[in-house]
């Protein structure tokens, strides 16, 4: 089973950056898909952004519509982490930020495709 831990979230100003870190324990971090979602209050968990493993040492970024331009995703395989670099915040991130493990054959978009997820981390963006 995959533990997660994010870190990372805190109070921004619009147009701040951040970084949010997500720390796994999985010996097979390398070949997971790894993804942000976030939840703002009263709403569906969303799809942010997902690093998925084509072969070798070759990842694909995927992103929400929403966030692209804005939003990076990367991993450090050798430290079994995850980031989100989120730049030109705005009010509407204002969420909590969770980072999930899947297996690499599923579908990135769909929280359904992700069995491990940490506790979150809040980000809260003032105008």
């Known amino acids: 089973q995959v533990q997660l831990v994010e870190s990372g979230g805190g109070l921004v100003q619009a147009g701040g950056s951040l970084r949010l870190s997500c720390a796994a324990s999985?010996?097979?971090?390398?070949?997971?898909?790894m993804g942000w979602f976030r939840q703002a209050p009263g709403k569906e968990r969303e799809f942010v952004a997902a690093t998925k493993w084509f072969s070798g040492a070759t990842y694909y970024a995927h992103y929400a519509d929403s966030v692209k331009g804005r939003f990076t995703i990367s991993r450090d395989n050798a430290k079994n982490a995850l980031y989100l670099r989120i730049n030109s915040l705005k009010p509407e991130d204002t969420a909590v930020y969770y980072c999930?493990?899947?297996?690499?054959?599923?579908?990135?978009?769909?929280?359904?495709?992700?069995?491990?997820w940490g506790q979150g981390t809040q980000v809260t963006v003032s105008s």
């Open positions: 999985s010996r097979t971090f390398s070949t997971h898909t």
């Open positions: 999930a493990a899947a297996p690499p054959t599923r579908e990135v978009r769909s929280p359904d495709s992700y069995d491990a």
